[in-house]
């Protein structure tokens, strides 16, 4: 007698249209298949995809939420109604708006130096800067994914920098955060958890709106960073099976986290193969 493998179907949430290659979706299929899971992409935003037959959803690369969130939260909703979703729908809308990185802070998480602005707020760029002593910052939205509409402020009185917080003070809230100078040496790193394990990390370079992104080779993780990557994830409030939490040494050295990444962040499968099969063995355990 041979033994059987026992299949199970799995759909993968992504777009209809990327804005940039995915590198950890070919890994991927290839260790969910090896595991006897038959995965389907399609993306969230299809109006014709058959979401309501799904039993169980992978979040995967959902890339272009940010520029619709109000319809990415609808579909959540839809899906959770009747469906197992990884990360699981109350982790997702609790990741939606950055401004859980004041909230962890407020908890005593070291977080990156970070103001959170209404929309609709007045906001002068020179005078917020001067107030924090920041010579350079970020601007983001405070929805966002992949760098969308982020700007690093090198002059605290430029024009365009100005115009630019205000055009997203326009449409949501915003992010006002220090520039860590230490992302340019030590850099960013991006630690891997999956299912109750840090795997690996890697360093990203700095990105910009419309840059692409360029990570290293796998890289081990220091012991002040897995510290600070247990304190963040501590006050998730809901299971993980993965997640992403980006770190750089902070002002005074240590490091703080700039992201906690947990809905649809690349893993960078490619750069560590164990973290990808840990990853699928457990997504197939969580359907079996």
């Known amino acids: 007698m041979h033994d059987t493998v ?27 298949r090896a595991q006897g899971v038959v995965p389907t992409v399609l993306g969230w935003d299809d109006p ?55 909230e962890l802070g407020d908890a005593g998480v070291p977080v990156t130096p970070t103001l959170l602005l209404p929309r609709h707020s007045t ?11 920041w010579s350079r910052a970020v601007i983001k939205p405070a929805i966002s994914a992949g760098s969308y509409r982020t700007l690093r402020v ?18 949501g809230d915003v992010l006002i955060q220090r520039y860590l100078d230490s992302v340019e040496d030590y850099g960013e790193r991006a630690l891997v958890w999956i299912d109750g394990e840090l795997t690996h ?3 990203k370079s700095p990105r910009w709106a419309g840059e692409d992104e360029s990570v290293s080779a796998a890289l081990s993780i220091t012991a002040a960073e897995r510290a600070l990557a247990d304190a963040a994830l501590a006050k998730v ?52």
């Open 237 to 288: 409030p809901g299971e993980l099976l993965y997640a992403r939490i980006d770190v750089a040494p902070g002002p005074a050295g240590a490091p703080v986290l700039m992201e906690l990444e947990l809905i649809e962040p690349s893993l960078f499968f490619p750069q560590h193969p164990p973290a990808l099969t840990r990853y699928a063995s457990s997504v197939a355990a969580r359907l079996r």
């Open 123 to 133: 906001a002068e760029l020179p005078v917020l800067l001067a107030a924090q002593q």
């Open 48 to 102: 014709a995809a058959a979401w309501r037959q799904a039993e169980a959803v992978l979040i995967r690369s959902t890339w272009n939420y940010p520029q619709h969130p109000e319809a990415f939260l609808r579909w959540l909703d839809l899906v959770a109604a009747h469906a197992s979703i990884w990360n699981p729908a109350e982790v997702v809308r609790w990741n939606l708006h950055k401004g859980y990185l004041c």
């Open 154 to 171: 090198d002059d605290p009185n430029s024009k365009s920098a100005q115009a630019h917080l205000e055009g997203l003070l326009r449409d």
């Open 201 to 203: 990390a890697v360093r």
């Open 6 to 32: 026992c299949v199970v179907e799995l759909f993968i949430a992504s777009c209809c249209v990327l804005p940039e290659p995915d590198f950890d979706a070919q890994p991927l299929d290839q260790a969910l």
